[in-house]
Nanobody, 119 residues
Framework: VQLQASGGGLVQAGGSLRLSCTAS??????MRWYRQAPGKQRELVAA???????NYADSVKGRFTISRDNAKNTIYLQMNSLKPEDTAVYYC????????????????WGQGTLITVSS
């Protein structure tokens, strides 16, 4: 059971990128994107339930959109109007199987993918 993230890169301020994160091996419940900028703590960027309810950090509201395709067991983060302060390593996170038929809250992490926004 693992999460595989992709889609990072270098973009100019004002540009757009889309991140993907695919869960393999099992179905996941709630899923999230976190980010960690240099010298800062990891912060929650966006979250989505299996039913599609979403919430966002204030800093990205109106610019980022989290979505999911349950058939593909994949979540996405569409990032528009990117700013230099969005530069960070982005991580996907999910509530995956706990081995007892339930879910382990925030128990699974994908590898980070670096987003660099140049000014």
């Amino acid at each position: 059971v693992q999460l595989q993230a992709s889609g990072g890169g270098l973009v100019q301020a004002g540009g757009s990128l889309r991140l993907s994160c695919t869960a393999s091996g099992s179905l996941f419940s709630n899923m999230r994107w976190y980010r960690q900028a240099p010298g800062k703590q990891r912060e929650l960027v966006a979250a989505i339930t299996r039913g599609g309810s979403t919430n966002y950090a204030d800093s990205v509201k109106g610019r980022f959109t989290i979505s999911r395709d349950n058939a593909k067991n994949t979540i996405y983060l569409q990032m528009n109007s990117l700013k230099p302060e969005d530069t960070a390593v982005y991580y996907c996170n999910g509530d995956g199987p706990n081995g007892y038929g339930g879910y382990r809250p925030e128990g699974y992490w994908g590898q980070g993918t670096l987003i660099t926004v140049s000014s």
